[in-house]
C-alpha cells in the first residue's frame, strides 16, 4: 500500500480482488452488518491477499524490531503542529516536538486530555506501518485531485503530507473561485464586460470535453495545454481504495480512532464545557440568532414551505384567471379553464389537499416521494408552478423565489415592477424572507438533465428574464442520473450526448462569451454542481478501463453512479481551469451521496467531490469515515429529509459524526416536502438541538461549518467569519462574528492534528 512503492497501473490481481469488494459492497443492505463485513473468508479472499502484500512490504525483522522498542519508548505522542508560515524549510523532527504544547494567545487555557503511549490502536506495529501507508496514500489521492480541479484541500493534512515527504510545504495558489458581491448600484445582470471570443474549438471524446486552437488542431490531435483526466490513474485509485476499506487491519484501526475521538470529545465537553459557555457569555452583540448560517443543500423547486405555496397558488388566481397559463397539446387554457379540467376550485385547496408533505409513506419509497413535487397529483400545476419551462416562461415559480417589490415601484436594479410580476403582492417571498432574516442564506438547485443542448440557454434567459437575483442566494446546477429515463423515450441516442448537452454549452460560453451573453452572466452566479437522483436504486456495474466509453453506451440500462461521478468531475476538472484561465469563477462539485445504496458511492465522493450531500453511510464504512474527518470533507446533513425518506430521526449519524470532528453542516432538502415554518433552517437547527442536546457552541460550530462550506465569495466570508477564516486552528477563528468558542476551536485542531501525526509516526523512518 505505500504510494511510492506501488506502480501506477495496478496488476491484474489487484483488479481482480478490487471487483469482488465492489461487488460485495453493493449487495442487499440486510444482507451485510454496518461495520466489519469481510469476516468470512469464502466471501473476499482479503486476508491470502493481505499476507502477500505484507511479505512485500515488510522490511526486515531487525528493522521492525527497532521501530517497534522505538514507538514504545514514547511517552507520549502528542502534536507536531506544523507552521509554515514561520519557516519555508522541512519541519523538524517529530522527536523534537515530541512533548510540545500548542500555546494561542487567543484562546483561554482550557482541560486537554493526553494519551500516553498511543500509536496503534490496537494493531500490531507491522499492521500500524500497513494502515499508516494505507491512509496516507488515500490522503494523497485526493489532495491531487482537488488540486488538478481546483477545488479545496485543507493546509493542514497538505503540511502533514509534505513532513512525510520530506518536502517543505508550501502554501498553493489553486482554488475556486468564485464571483464577489454585486455592490450597491450594479446590476448583477450587467452583459457590458464579457471577455472577447477566444475562438477555440470545442469537442467531446471519450466523454471528456478538449478545448483545441482550432478544427485543424483537433485534427491534428493537439488539444490546448490544460490538466485532462486520466482514466486508467482513476481507476488505479479507485482499486486501491476499495482495497484499502475491506482491509482488516486498517477497518481495525479506523474504527478504534473513531470511538477514541467520539469519547475524547465527550470527556471534552465534561471538562470544558462551561469555559466554551463563559467565552460565549462574554461575547457581545453575537448570539446563534444573529450568526451567519448557510443552507447547504436544498431544491429549487422545493425552496418553499406548503403553506407559501398554497397562498401563491389562491393568489393568483384571484389575479391570473383569465390568462392563457398551459399548453395542452395545441390547446390553450386559462388558469381557470386548467382548474377546471382537474374538477378543482382554488378555494376549496387545503394544505392536505395539496398534498406535497412527504410522511410515513414515503419511507423507503422513493418513488412516492417524487410524486410529492405534483401538487394535488397534477403534474400540470407542478410544470405551471414549480417549473421554468412552460407557457408562461416560469413566471410563477420566478415569483415565488425572488425578492417581492412593490407593485409599480423600481426593482433594485432599475426594473419597473407591474401588477402581473406582482402576483403575490403582499406574501413574503422565499428571497424576501432571507433578506428580512438578514443572517440566512441559501443554495439553491436548479435543474439541467441532459435531454436537449437548449437547456442552459433557456435556463439562462429565465433566469435573466425574471431577474431572480437576492444576495442571500447562491445558486447551483444539479443533474439527475435518469439517463435510462431519456435512452428509453429515445431522447437520447447514448450517455456521451447527454455529457454533450450537460457540458459543452458551458465550455462554448466560456470560449465565446459574447455570443452567449444571457448564459455568461448566468454562469457567474452559479457556484457549483451536483448529481442528484435514488441512490438505492443498484446498476450493478463496476466502473473500470474496460467499461464502455460514454459514446458506446447505448444500453437503456442506467451508467453506475461511479461512472457518472467521474465524467462529470473530469469535465468540472477541464471547465475550471479553463474558466481560471480567463479570469472567470470556477466552480465546485457537490454531489448528493451516501444517503442510501452502496458506500462505494462515498468512495467515488471522496476521489471527486469538495464536499457532499447526506453521507449517512459513512457510519458502514469506518475506514472512509476516518478518511473523512482526515480530510475535513464537509457534509450536508438533513436529518429531517431522512427521517421521511431513509433513516429515523434518532438514528440519524449527525450528532455522532460532529462529535468525532466531521466537518457536518444542517440543510433543510426540500421545505416543501419535510418543514412547517417560513424558516425551514432554523426549524432544521431547532429540531436538531432538542432531539440531539446541541449546546449554544455546537449550534454555532456548525452554522460556521456550513458558511466555510458554501459557495460565497471571499469577500463575503471575510465579512462573515473575520479576516482569517482561511486559517485552520484558533487563529482562524473570529469569534466575535462566529460566536463559536476559541477552546472548542483549539480542541477540534490539537485533536485533527493529534490523528495526522499519528499517521506521520507510523510512516517514519529511523
Excluded at 96 to 114: G, K, L, M, N
Excluded at 504 to 515: D, L, R, S
Excluded at 533 to 545: A, I, L, P, V, Y
Excluded at 705 to 733: A, W
Amino acid at each position: 500500500l505505500n504510494c511510492a512503492l506501488l506502480p501506477a497501473e495496478m496488476d491484474e490481481s489487484m483488479r481482480s480482488i478490487a471487483e469482488k469488494v465492489f461487488a460485495f459492497e453493493v449487495k442487499d443492505e440486510e444482507l451485510k452488518g454496518e461495520v466489519s463485513p469481510f469476516d468470512v473468508e469464502e466471501t473476499c479472499p482479503i486476508s491470502r491477499q493481505q499476507m502477500k502484500v505484507h511479505m512485500m512490504l515488510q522490511e526486515s525483522s531487525v528493522t521492525v524490531e527497532k521501530r517497534r522498542k522505538r514507538l514504545l519508548r514514547m511517552k507520549t505522542v502528542s502534536l507536531a503542529l506544523p507552521v509554515a508560515h514561520k519557516s519555508q524549510t522541512n519541519l523538524p523532527a517529530i522527536d523534537e516536538v515530541i512533548s510540545t504544547c500548542p500555546q494561542y494567545q487567543t484562546v483561554p487555557d482550557f482541560q486537554r486530555v493526553q494519551i500516553t503511549g498511543d500509536y496503534a490502536s490496537g494493531v500490531t506495529v507491522e499492521d500500524f506501518e500497513v494502515v499508516c501507508r494505507g491512509l496516507y496514500r488515500a490522503l494523497c489521492i485526493r489532495e491531487k485531485n482537488m488540486q488538478q480541479s481546483l477545488q479545496r484541500f485543507p493546509k493542514t493534512p497538505s503540511q502533514y503530507l509534505r513532513t512525510i515527504e520530506g518536502e517543505a510545504w508550501r502554501a498553493s495558489d489553486t482554488g475556486p473561485v468564485f464571483t464577489p458581491p454585486v455592490k450597491d448600484g450594479q446590476d448583477p445582470f450587467d452583459s457590458g464586460n464579457l471577455p472577447e471570443d477566444l475562438g477555440y474549438h470545442i469537442q467531446m471524446k471519450d466523454g471528456v470535453v478538449y478545448v483545441y486552437a482550432d478544427k485543424a488542431a483537433a485534427e491534428r490531435n493537439e488539444p490546448k495545454d490544460l490538466p485532462y483526466p486520466s482514466l486508467q490513474d482513476f481507476v488505479d485509485d479507485m482499486n486501491f481504495l476499495l482495497i484499502l476499506i475491506a482491509q482488516g487491519p486498517v477497518k481495525t484501526y479506523a474504527h478504534r480512532r473513531l470511538k477514541f475521538l467520539l469519547s475524547k470529545f465527550q470527556v471534552h465537553e465534561m471538562l470544558n464545557e462551561m469555559e466554551e459557555m463563559k467565552e460565549l457569555k462574554n461575547n457581545p452583540h453575537r448570539d446563534f440568532y444573529n450568526c451567519r448560517k448557510v443552507d447547504t443543500h436544498i431544491h429549487a423547486a422545493a425552496c418553499m414551505n406548503q403553506k407559501h405555496l398554497l397562498r401563491f397558488i389562491k393568489k393568483s388566481y384571484r389575479v391570473d384567471a383569465d390568462r392563457v397559463v398551459h399548453n395542452a397539446k395545441g390547446q390553450q387554457l386559462t388558469l381557470k379553464q386548467l382548474f377546471q379540467q382537474l374538477n378543482l376550485h382554488p378555494y376549496d385547496l387545503t394544505v392536505d389537499s395539496l398534498d406535497v408533505h412527504a410522511g410515513r409513506q414515503t419511507f423507503q419509497r422513493f418513488d412516492k416521494f417524487n410524486d410529492k413535487y405534483n401538487p394535488v397529483g397534477a403534474s400540470e400545476l407542478r410544470d405551471l408552478y414549480l417549473k421554468t419551462e412552460n407557457a408562461i416562461n416560469g413566471e410563477y415559480f420566478a415569483t415565488i423565489i425572488k425578492v417581492r417589490r412593490r407593485e409599480g415601484s423600481k426593482g433594485s436594479f432599475g426594473a419597473t415592477v407591474g401588477p402581473r410580476a406582482m402576483v403575490c403582492s403582499g406574501l413574503q417571498e422565499v428571497g424576501s424572507d432571507l433578506e428580512d432574516a438578514k443572517y440566512q442564506h441559501t443554495e439553491p438547485r436548479l435543474s439541467i438533465y441532459g435531454r436537449s443542448e437548449q437547456e442552459w440557454a433557456k435556463l439562462a434567459r429565465w433566469f435573466n428574464t425574471h431577474r431572480v437575483y437576492s444576495p442571500n442566494m447562491k445558486w447551483m446546477i444539479q443533474v439527475p442520473r435518469i439517463y435510462d429515463v431519456f435512452r428509453s423515450k429515445n431522447f437520447l441516442p447514448n450517455f456521451g450526448k447527454m455529457l454533450e448537452n450537460i457540458f459543452v454549452p458551458v465550455f462554448e460560453a466560456t470560449v465565446n462569451p459574447q455570443a452567449h451573453k444571457e448564459l455568461s452572466v448566468f454562469l457567474r452566479h452559479i457556484t457549483g454542481f451536483d448529481s442528484v437522483d435514488d441512490e438505492s436504486k443498484h446498476s450493478g456495474h463496476m466502473f473500470s478501463t474496460k467499461s464502455p466509453k460514454p459514446e458506446e453506451w447505448t444500453s437503456q440500462k442506467n451508467p453506475s453512479y461511479t461512472y457518472y461521478i467521474y465524467y462529470m468531475y473530469a469535465n468540472i476538472l477541464v471547465l475550471n481551469n479553463l474558466r481560471r484561465q480567463r479570469g472567470m469563477n470556477t466552480f465546485l462539485f457537490r454531489p448528493h451521496c451516501g444517503e442510501a445504496g452502496a458506500i462505494t458511492h462515498l468512495l467515488a465522493a471522496f476521489m471527486t467531490a469538495d464536499n457532499i450531500s447526506h453521507g449517512l453511510n459513512l457510519k458502514k464504512s469506518p475506514v472512509l469515515q476516518y478518511l473523512y474527518f482526515l480530510a475535513q470533507i464537509p457534509i450536508a446533513m438533513s436529518p429531517l429529509s431522512n427521517n421521511s425518506l431513509f433513516l429515523e430521526y434518532a438514528k440519524n449519524p449527525l450528532p455522532d459524526f460532529h462529535q468525532k470532528g466531521l466537518m457536518v453542516s444542517l440543510s433543510t432538502d426540500d421545505p416543501m416536502q419535510f418543514h412547517y415554518t417560513k424558516e425551514p433552517l432554523m426549524e432544521e437547527y431547532a429540531i436538531a438541538a432538542q432531539v440531539f442536546n446541541l449546546s449554544t457552541c455546537d449550534m454555532c460550530e456548525i452554522a460556521k461549518n456550513s458558511v466555510l462550506q458554501c459557495g460565497l465569495s471571499h469577500e463575503e466570508k471575510v465579512k462573515f467569519l473575520g479576516e482569517n477564516y482561511r486559517e485552520e486552528g484558533p487563529e482562524g477563528n473570529d469569534i466575535r462574528k462566529t460566536n463559536v468558542a476559541q477552546i472548542r476551536v483549539a480542541y477540534r485542531y490539537e485533536t485533527w492534528c493529534y490523528e495526522l501525526n499519528l499517521i506521520a509516526e507510523g510512516l517514519k523512518s529511523d
